[in-house]
């Protein structure tokens, strides 16, 4: 039996049912735990956001570019951080909590948050992940990119390889009014087989 949960999905009195509202109402009374209205973004708010999506992805080309053995994680940093100033945006990581550079820059076991030092550089086979959170007119966007310097051990490009796999997996697995725990079962269940 599903847990029940707290009527987060609230219809203002006097105003009519969408068949938005009809759908979430449905769920959240199957006991699913379902948003509040006002995470629903209006079409100037998703522009806003697609927008900044446009920089992230901006950067991380430029990334893509540029990375190569004997740069440093700072001089990519540095890159990234001119860049998204260039675009009129604001570098979301640089501040945060104190973090004092613009991107996060993992090399190899570093999971993630990696910090850009000019003591850190690329060498052949490092796998990177750089991770990119451009701020544009209030709206924020937030991705990163695997690469691979140069060539790297056949364990090192499966691991990368899978990964995009899921991740791909993962965006065509969710669907309006779908679970996430069903795009987490997809992904698990491509790792644990090709792992």
Known sequence: MAKKHKNRWVVPTGQPLTELDKRVLEIQNKGALVPTRDLIKTPEQIEGIRQAGLINTA??????????????TAE?????HDFIIGQGAIPACLGYEGFPKSCCISINEVVCHGIPSDEEEFFEGDIVNVDVTPIYNGYYADASRMFIIGKTSAECEKLV?????????????????????????AIEKHARKNG
Do not use: H, S
């Open 59 to 72: 950067a991380l080309d430029l990334a893509e570019r540029e990375i190569k053995e004997g740069m440093t």
């Open 161 to 185: 390889r899978v990964a995009k796999e899921c991740l791909e997996i993962g965006m065509a697995v969710a669907k309006p009014w779908g679970f996430v725990g069903e795009i987490g079962k």
């Open 76 to 80: 990519l940093d540095r890159m990234i």
